[in-house]
């Protein structure tokens, strides 16, 4: 699977949106950006996934860049309960196992 | 929303003991996966299971751990003889199946001493 590149920290102001940047310049074509969060110790908890199409769910937006090689996680109006951790997996969608990879994310905070 | 549930929440045991630790995975799923946190650092994958064997296994997941699907519900991990090592958060997750996303439980917090 291919190696993930995301800042260690980032600040938000509430009810602002929250941007978290990823790289995966050595994706390929078969592979899949996954996005999850732990909130302290928590089970990580899935937020959105896409191949190469922006995609919107009721938690987030995930823009892909045309060549694949970067994404963005977009929490439009960030609240206090969205400190968390950010992971940003790429992996593909085949085979039985499917195991994910982790990286140290992204902490972010979300600020009064 | 269905959810993993895993327990305990918190498990204590003396170094050298046997733990074993429960996921009731979401019911409709058929794969099944263990992963570990050791305070502070990434979750690592230790074993996938899947129609009632181990599809992979990590390195950490070596002869002292086990998992079983005994019943329909339930899916277990074991660690045989625990070392001070194993004290980490181990989190269940399961997947439906096809191009699905894994779902986690709130994990098992296991204390070594």
């Known amino acids: ?81 969205d400190t968390a951790v950010y992971y940003c997996i790429v992996r593909a969608n085949a085979g039985n196992n499917r195991k994910l990879i982790w990286g140290l994310g992204t902490s972010l905070a979300v600020n009064p | 929303e269905p959810e993993v549930t895993q327990t305990p929440s918190h498990q204590v045991t003396q170094m050298g003991q046997e733990v074993i630790l429960r996921c009731v995975p979401i019911s409709n799923h058929l794969y099944f996966y263990w992963y570990r946190q050791i305070l502070g650092q990434k979750v690592e994958f230790l074993v996938s299971f899947y129609n009632n064997e181990i599809s992979e296994k990590s390195e950490i997941f070596d002869d002292q751990f086990s998992v079983e699907r005994p019943d329909g519900s339930n899916f277990t991990l074991k660690i045989r003889s625990t070392k001070l090592e194993d004290s980490a958060m181990y989190f269940c997750a399961s997947r439906a199946g096809g191009p699905d996303t894994q779902y986690f439980g709130p994990g098992t917090r296991l204390t070594v001493l």
């Open chain 1, 1 to 81: 699977d291919a190696k993930t590149t995301q800042p260690p920290s980032m600040d938000c102001a509430e009810g602002r949106a929250a941007n978290l940047p990823c790289n995966h310049s050595t994706i390929s074509g078969n592979e899949y950006v996954y996005w999850y969060r732990q909130i302290h110790s928590q089970g990580p908890q899935y937020i959105i996934h896409g191949l190469k199409n922006n995609e919107t769910n009721e938690m987030a937006s995930l823009i892909i860049t045309e060549d694949r090689k970067s994404s963005t996680l977009i929490l439009p109006h960030a609240t206090l309960r």
